[in-house]
């Protein structure tokens, strides 16, 4: 082909098709400016607050970034792989990369990188990664089973941000969200399954705990709520499992307004005084496991839930980068590939 390139023409890449793993982010480190860099970014994002910015402007930045980077530092240092000097959302979403190119190693054409809404590797860098090797065709797969604006349209944006800026683009697919994908369901059941049969005891509930957002989001038209609702009811469904044996929660609120109900933590201080003290838990909205799930819910909700009177308490980690996890991102990925490949 390159005898037919003009002489003195840029070099030209074979073709090839990028898939672009998109988790929420991370902080570089736990100290206060690393955290504080972090959460100004994340809380700076108008998907995620919809507040005007004069009223949350002084707000986040008089008052949240003074004071909450030193407690979220804490709390990241509670969970933080010391070993590779990283948060586990960063080594997990790595992993599930790394695997998901091994999976495709019998197709040269196929590049698999993995980037961050917030912090690092950023989006751009992972776009215009791909695209200098040779990728004019990237699936961005926003790692998120159930859509939120917060979540996957915010993913979505920085991407379309970086694709603004390049005199050349790359074709772009988005993966939709896949909270009712038959393999997706198969694999949270057999993770709830294989979870509890390594427990020495019997869970009296199950409970399914997904990060919240303000009820108006909801009703603004947001379609994450549902979403949720419907996973957990998948799931029982493929289980066998009565209405009783598994419930919804909803995680991580902050600030005033009413966020999706039942709450998590306030769930948790109830159950022992309703008879149930024994319970097992897992976050189904996030595909790694992270802050949110390793010291929010398996560390701060056990606490939460022995004080109040429980007896058993055991966290179900995520998918993450397991066999049947990848099995299902890898599922995914080949069907949105299709007519690509």
């Not at 074979?14 to 809380?43: C, H, M, Q």
């Not at 792989?81 to 040269?108: C, G, Y």
């Not at 379309?160 to 369901?185: E, H, I, S």
Request: aromatic share 10%.
């Amino acid at each position: 082909m390159n005898q037919f390139v003009p002489a003195g023409h840029p070099p030209i890449k074979p073709r090839k098709i990028g898939v672009l793993l998109l988790n929420l982010g991370t902080p570089d480190a736990t100290d206060y400016w690393s955290v504080r860099r972090y959460l100004k970014e994340f809380l700076s994002d108008r998907r995620v607050i919809e507040a005007p910015r004069w009223l949350w402007w002084p707000i986040l930045n008089g008052i949240i970034l003074s004071t909450r980077p030193q407690k979220t530092g804490a709390n990241y240092e509670r969970i933080w792989d010391k070993e590779r000097n990283e948060s586990p959302l960063r080594v997990i979403t790595r992993a599930q990369a790394d695997k998901l190119q091994a999976a495709f190693s019998a197709d040269e054409n196929v590049i698999v990188d993995y980037a961050m809404r917030y912090g690092n590797p950023s989006t751009r860098s992972g776009i215009e990664k791909l695209k200098d090797a040779g990728c004019d065709r990237i699936l961005l797969f926003p790692l998120y089973p159930q859509y939120s604006a917060t979540t996957t349209a915010t993913a979505n944006d920085k991407a379309f941000d970086t694709l603004k800026t390049l005199r050349w683009q790359p074709a772009v697919r988005t993966v939709p969200a896949y909270f009712d994908d038959p393999a997706y369901t198969a694999a949270l059941a057999k993770s709830i399954t294989d979870g509890i049969a390594k427990l020495d005891f019997a869970p009296d509930l199950v409970i399914t705990s997904y990060h919240g957002m303000p009820k108006s989001y909801l009703e603004k038209g947001d379609p994450y709520h549902c979403q949720c609702v419907k996973t957990t009811r998948l799931v029982r469904e493929y289980l066998g499992w009565s209405e009783d044996r598994i419930m919804v929660t909803f995680q991580s609120r902050f600030g005033r307004a009413e966020w999706l109900q039942p709450y998590t933590d306030e769930t948790l201080k109830a159950l022992p005084g309703k008879g149930i003290k024994k319970v097992a838990i897992l976050a189904p909205a996030f595909s790694a496991d992270c802050i949110e799930t390793l010291e929010e819910i398996a560390i701060t909700g056990e606490e939460e839930f022995m004080g109040a009177g429980g007896k058993r308490y055991a966290y179900i980690p995520c998918l993450n980068d397991s066999p049947e996890g990848m099995g299902m991102i890898e599922t995914v990925v080949r069907r949105e590939l299709a007519g690509w490949l």
